[in-house]
């Protein structure tokens, strides 16, 4: 590996001065120095990663191949999958031969490098991360940053980068960690680059090369690391010198070169002395032109050529990443139960604040006001057996007409069950998007799938548990309220709006990196102020003119509202067929939608439904079709978002 004059700069400030080195195949190089000094962003540009637009990166780095495994400082998984099943799909996404791991796999590469990491025998224990009330034992803290070596350096791979892979361990597992990377550096005969915050001595003496860097992104030194005393005393610089001639008992070698660079704040005196120090130290390494790791062995190890990509086929990838979405979906036991928990607690809630004027008919109820005496049993002939005769009275009681004093219940009733849908499939949909996308990222910038089938793979994954919670929640509300709108259409309207909130999470999710909530929250607001259904008497014409008047991001918004839609197919479906008891149109209001209501029809025509281009027995086909579109949009959005603002190239230049 060879680096030439490697800088990264924004508009106002220069981040990493021009760099140059070369790190021989199964060599480590040691970035050691303080906080701020650009040690992340100079892994960050080798790997030609972007992690901020603001950024421009130059130069040259050439190495033998082009496939980078970089360590980041966080573990991401799919905390729902074991070991064994997260490095086979690894495996199998990066087209490595050697990803099978059978019973008796003990020679298998993937077999060994368990062993040496320590993880052999933890095969069928669920990676984890958080602690679950139902979920199997997890591995620790340790354990996972182990995982995460062995998956970032599964197969073959032509460079390792590694960014404080220390960090959050105690000293003896650091110094494991370190152990392990150099041994996979060694195996796999390539150049292995590190930064490091605190190392001890052991781990120090570990380190082939070492590059200190100091705050500016300015390098004082690059070379061998056992020679790095011996530079500095040269330039007049010792550990006696460094701290005020006072008494070292035992010096850390690292512990002195990170100290000659680092600027005390705190002091002024010091502050000025520090900062003179370590321009007098760039300079000087500057001047010296020391700035390559000169090896006989990395000449020729530029020219080596590129290894070919085996990546795996369309419909092997898409079912590789199906299945691990439809796997991670279904053992999420403690969401999943929350849902349940939630959608029937949700649907009897309702039930229950409704129950009066919407509550399940019974045999012997009177549907009419106190003044009539029309009740269902008295149309109800004799039968022999009583069972029998619930039964009748039961599917006669759906042929008779309903209570005028209980449609704006059932208009508020509806709506509640598609803003809840919407809500729980919005918000939900963002926190599990925002959870997997730095494995997403991760796999991304090494090119095993596109956006498009991760995207799609994800989609159909969900729409198996979608479907379950949605007509969970519509069978609980439907057998406890007396509802016109059948259960298979009330089922599949609340599916298809949570399907439309899910791909709409999905898009924000995507758009948003990082604020996904944040930007969520408004536009669910959105959604659900422009497609409540105004009960205040603006009906029909005057909806529509109230709606040309709408600025044209607020069209958008109200034309994309899964609420709009599903509210508009549930309270057809509710109100174009029903039948209005006479006797109770004595208890309508004088003002307003429902005044001088007749029958459903006139209902749904003061509602503004069935108004439009489309036929007005058409409407609640038109509205879930309409669902149909806004989902297909936000997954089309969701893509192009996931495309942009994924793992990008810094502008460095390779040769």
């Not at 034992?137 to 892979?165: K, M, Q, V, W, Y």
């Amino acid at each position: 590996m060879v680096v030439r004059n490697v800088t990264a700069r924004t508009k106002n400030e220069v981040i990493i001065q021009p760099s140059s080195f070369e790190v021989p195949p199964g060599k480590m190089l040691g970035i050691i120095g303080p906080s701020g000094s650009g040690k992340t962003t100079l892994l960050q540009s080798l790997a030609q990663m972007e992690e901020s637009n603001s950024i421009t990166v130059g130069g040259d780095v050439n190495i033998r191949g082009s496939s980078v495994a970089f360590i980041e400082q966080g573990d991401c998984f799919f905390e729902c999958l074991t070991v064994k099943e997260t490095l086979k799909i690894a495996g199998t996404l990066q087209g490595w031969d050697g990803h099978s791991y059978g019973r008796t796999g003990g020679d298998s590469e993937l077999a060994t490098q368990l062993k040496q990491l320590g993880l052999c025998g933890l095969e069928n224990r669920r990676v984890g991360g958080k602690a679950s009330l139902f979920s199997r034992s997890h591995l620790s803290g340790g354990e996972r940053r182990r995982l995460s070596f062995l998956l970032n350096t599964l197969g073959p791979c032509d460079l390792i980068l590694a960014d404080e892979p220390s960090s959050g361990l105690d000293s003896t597992q650091s110094l494991n960690v370190i152990r392990m990377l150099k041994k996979i550096g060694v195996g796999k005969m390539v150049p292995v680059l590190v930064s490091i915050h605190q190392p001890r001595e052991r781990l120090f003496d570990m380190l082939d090369y070492v590059m200190v860097m100091s705050p500016g992104g300015r390098v004082v030194y690059c070379g061998e690391a056992a020679s790095a005393i011996d530079y500095f005393k040269r330039g007049g610089w010792t550990p006696f010198q460094l701290y005020q001639k006072k008494k070292i008992k035992s010096l850390n070698t690292a512990e002195f070169l990170i100290d000659l660079v680092s600027i005390n704040h705190e002091d002024p005196e010091r502050q000025k002395e520090d900062v003179e120090r370590i321009e007098e130290l760039a300079s000087n390494w500057k001047r010296n032109n020391l700035a390559i790791v000169n090896s006989p062995t990395t000449a020729s190890s530029t020219n080596v050529q590129e290894r070919p990509s085996r990546r795996p086929r369309f419909l092997k990838r898409f079912w590789t990443l199906f299945s691990r979405s439809l796997k991670q979906n279904f053992r999420n036991t403690d969401l999943n139960l929350l849902k349940i928990i939630g959608n029937v607690g949700t649907a009897y809630f309702f039930s229950i604040l409704f129950q009066k004027s919407v509550g399940p008919r019974r045999p012997g109820d009177r549907i009419s006001s106190s003044s009539s005496k029309f009740s269902i049993a008295s149309k109800v002939p004799r039968l022999s057996s009583t069972s029998s005769t619930s039964s009748l009275q039961s599917s006669m009681s759906k042929k008779l007409a309903y209570s005028a004093g209980s449609l704006a219940d059932r208009t508020a009733l509806l709506s509640y069950a598609i803003l809840s849908t919407c809500m729980q499939s919005l918000i939900t949909s963002l926190g599990l998007f925002e959870s997997e996308r730095p494995v997403v990222t991760r796999e991304r910038r090494r090119k095993q799938y596109s956006s498009a089938e991760y995207m799609t793979a994800k989609a159909v994954a969900e729409l198996p548990l979608q479907f379950i919670f949605s007509w969970l929640f519509a069978g609980v509300l439907h057998s406890n309220c007396d509802l016109n709108i059948s259960l298979p259409r009330l089922g599949s309207t609340l599916s298809l709006v949570g399907v439309a909130s899910t791909m709409t999470g999905y898009m924000i999710g995507s758009l948003c990196q990082n604020n996904a909530v944040v930007a969520g929250v408004p536009i669910l607001l959105a959604y659900i102020t422009l497609g409540i259904i105004n009960p205040s008497g603006q009906a029909g014409e005057q909806q529509q003119l109230s709606q040309l008047g709408l600025p044209f991001p607020l069209k958008i918004l109200k034309d994309a509202s899964p609420v709009r839609w599903g509210i508009e197919s549930v309270l057809f479906n509710e109100f174009n067929d029903m039948k209005i008891e006479r006797q109770s149109l004595k208890k309508l209001p004088r003002m307003g939608v429902y005044a001088l209501i007749k029958d459903g029809k006139q209902v749904v025509k003061a509602l503004g439904l069935g108004e439009g281009k489309h036929c007005e027995d058409d409407t609640a086909d038109h509205a879930n079709f309409n669902l149909v579109k806004v989902s297909c949009v936000n997954f089309l959005l969701a893509i192009f978002g996931l495309s942009t603002t994924g793992p990008k190239t810094m502008t460095t230049s390779n040769k």
